[in-house]
């Protein structure tokens, strides 16, 4: 009766403690879990992309401009393509900059790499200063060429 006595107190107990556990359902949809796990949180929002054309990365006073607000493109830049893997020293310098806007307000510059061939990835830069560089796919970098060649 003792030994009866000493489970029953145990299980109340542990009963009692797992009683205050609570869960929140509010955000368990996979849209809010893609942004926590986002490598770069603040471009979610983006719903505009103003891209600068170098022909010459070392002149970066020379350059020609094109505009997209197309949210399927933004949407492949902004998550798609941030999921590829990252690359280490790649052997090409970047030779085009986006510039995220949100809302009116710049978010965030995405530096790319798309011409030359087998050298494609998006580089962008983390607080402290660490640069960052994600793979591209060698379709978005056509996409980004055409726009190249129809920029002014």
């Known amino acids: 009766m003792r030994y009866l006595f000493q489970l029953f107190i145990t299980v109340c107990f542990l009963y009692a403690c797992q009683s ?5 359902d509010a955000n368990t949809g996979s849209d809010s879990l893609v942004a926590e796990l986002h490598p770069l949180p603040e471009i979610k929002k983006v719903d505009s992309i103003d891209m600068h054309f170098f022909p010459d990365i070392n002149d ?19 998550f798609r393509e941030m999921k590829n893997a990252f690359t280490v020293n790649p052997p090409c310098e970047y030779d085009t900059k986006f510039f995220c806007f949100a809302d009116g307000q710049i978010v965030k510059t995405l530096y790319i790499a798309a011409q030359k061939d087998r050298c494609h990835y998006i580089g962008y830069i983390k607080s402290g200063g660490v640069a ?21």
């Open 20 to 24: 205050d556990k609570k869960i929140d």
């Open 60 to 78: 970066q006073k020379v350059y020609t401009r094109f505009g997209v607000n197309d949210t399927a493109f933004i949407h492949s830049i902004t």
């Open 132 to 152: 960052v560089k994600i793979s591209m796919s060698d379709s978005t970098a056509s996409l980004i060429n055409t726009w190249r060649k129809n920029s002014q």
